[in-house]
Nanobody, 126 residues
Framework: QLQLVESGGGSVQAGGSLRLSCAASGFNFYSACMGWFRQAPGKEREGVGNVDKAGSTKYADSVKDRFTISRDNAKSTLDLLMNSLKPEDAAMYYC????????????????????WGQGAQVTVSS
């Protein structure tokens, strides 16, 4: 059974840092493009970034130079390091897997990702 389980959410003051992790099981992690998405109350879910099986990343402009995505294929884990957090970064964060391109990534679009975790809440106070 395919599972994605996020952890590491919490509350932080603006300017602080948080690390989210996603533990994957039940599938060949190497064969998936992995992504992070977020959804704030009253807003649509948006892409944060993705990472392909070789470790190449793509980020949304809003988080570029502040967030870092990494993956460990041997441990089937995905991380999101968030630095210089802003109140507008507060949201539920989701990891997701896309198998369409056998581990390579293209677009950062919600509908391309078939499997999703349950989410981890991030709160940023000003």
């Amino acid at each position: 059974q395919l599972q994605l389980v996020e952890s590491g959410g919490g509350s932080v003051q603006a300017g602080g840092s948080l690390r989210l992790s996603c533990a994957a099981s039940g599938f060949n992690f190497y064969s998936a493009c992995m992504g992070w998405f977020r959804q704030a109350p009253g807003k649509e879910r948006e892409g944060v970034g993705n990472v392909d099986k070789a470790g190449s990343t793509k980020y949304a402009d809003s988080v570029k130079d502040r967030f870092t995505i990494s993956r460990d294929n041997a441990k089937s884990t995905l991380d999101l390091l968030m630095n210089s957090l802003k109140p507008e970064d507060a949201a539920m964060y989701y990891c997701a897997a896309d198998f369409r391109r056998y581990g390579w990534c293209d677009r950062l679009i919600e509908t391309d990702f078939r499997y999703w975790g349950q989410g981890a809440q991030v709160t940023v106070s000003s």
